[in-house]
């Protein structure tokens, strides 16, 4: 698993790509964490290169939505069996917005 982060405009963007599982949620945490340091307005979660996400992965993610608080928003980029039918199932879906792509979550985020 990798992670890269880039900013568009008031935006914070980490991508994650690869497998996300037991091994791997760690490094993912790490990286949410070290974004989360520098207090994004918006914090935007790209999932769409992730080819697997295991229930360490999705604690992963609802440990970054509550350490977030109310101080960043988190939003998720994610589509298809891998990311998106996961997140539904789980009813995580109900926790963040979920968008297909990048710039749906974009756009999303500036209509707010």
Known sequence: MT??????????????AGEVDLATAPALENAIEATLGGTPEALIIDLLQVSFLASAGMA??????????SSTRIV???EGPATSRQ????????VFTL??????????????
Do not use: E
């Not at 992963?60 to 608080?69: D, E, F, I, N, T």
């Not at 968008?99 to 707010?112: E, F, G, I, K, N």
């Open 3 to 16: 992670t890269s982060v880039s900013v568009h405009d008031d935006a914070t963007v980490l991508t994650v």
């Open 60 to 69: 992963a993610l609802v440990a970054a939505h509550q350490r977030a608080g």
């Open 76 to 78: 998720l980029v994610a």
């Open 87 to 94: 997140l539904k199932l789980t009813n995580l879906d109900q």
């Open 99 to 112: 968008h297909p792509t990048l710039d749906a979550a974009l756009a999303s985020l500036h209509q707010s």
